[in-house]
């Protein structure tokens, strides 16, 4: 579910996986988009999770919509026993993540956050590294510049502190 900014870098690493990835479906409210990606996969497209969900079996799901839309796509694919990859932040409350929690408790579906760079090579070095040395502290940084979307704006739709948006990574 999307097909925006961030789904470019899931759609590379989707890529890179070769014939064990079928995407079988893509939603997105944004023609652009959805027609964009099914150009890439060859694969229907949907406007939005329901109707995608209703036409296609995936066996799971990639939540790559802006936080302010969170918590329907999730509860519905765990509702229908999807497997669900979200992108950070998963919600922009708390009350709507534990809604996303308890309906993903409630199924025997896996479920993952997606961190920059968790699953990255660099990452995994580092912690080889880390295992086999004893390590007081470890420190590193990426730099980035933010996309430039219109509903990047403010912190009610994007979970943002003091206009900067954060992450911490151990």
């Known amino acids: 579910m999307g097909a925006g900014n961030i789904s470019r870098v899931h759609f590379d690493s989707?890529?890179?996986l070769g014939d064990a990835v079928d995407v079988v479906g893509v939603a997105d409210p944004v023609e652009e988009a959805r027609l964009k990606a099914a150009d890439r996969f060859d694969c229907p497209t949907f406007q939005d999770s329901k109707h995608m969900f209703d036409?296609?079996?995936p066996e799971a799901v990639f939540v790559l919509i802006p936080p302010f839309a969170r918590g329907e796509t999730e509860i519905?694919?765990?509702k229908r026993g999807l497997h669900i990859f979200v992108e950070k932040p998963v919600a922009?409350?708390?009350?709507?993540?534990?809604e996303i929690s308890a309906a993903i408790?409630?199924?025997?579906?896996v479920s993952s956050v997606g961190y920059q760079l968790r699953y990255s090579n660099l990452t995994r070095?580092?912690?080889?590294?880390?295992s086999s040395a004893a390590t007081a502290m470890a420190s590193g940084f990426w730099a980035s510049v933010f996309p430039q979307l219109d509903?990047?704006?403010?912190?009610s739709e994007v979970g943002r502190t003091n206009g900067r948006a954060g992450n911490?990574?151990?």
């Open 105 to 109: 408790d409630a199924t025997d579906v």
């Open 151 to 155: 509903w990047w704006g403010g912190s």
């Open 168 to 170: 911490t990574r151990v």
């Open 92 to 98: 922009l409350n708390m009350e709507t993540a534990n």
């Open 55 to 57: 036409n296609v079996e």
């Open 125 to 130: 070095q580092a912690e080889q590294f880390t």
């Open 76 to 78: 519905e694919a765990a």
């Open 14 to 16: 989707m890529d890179e």
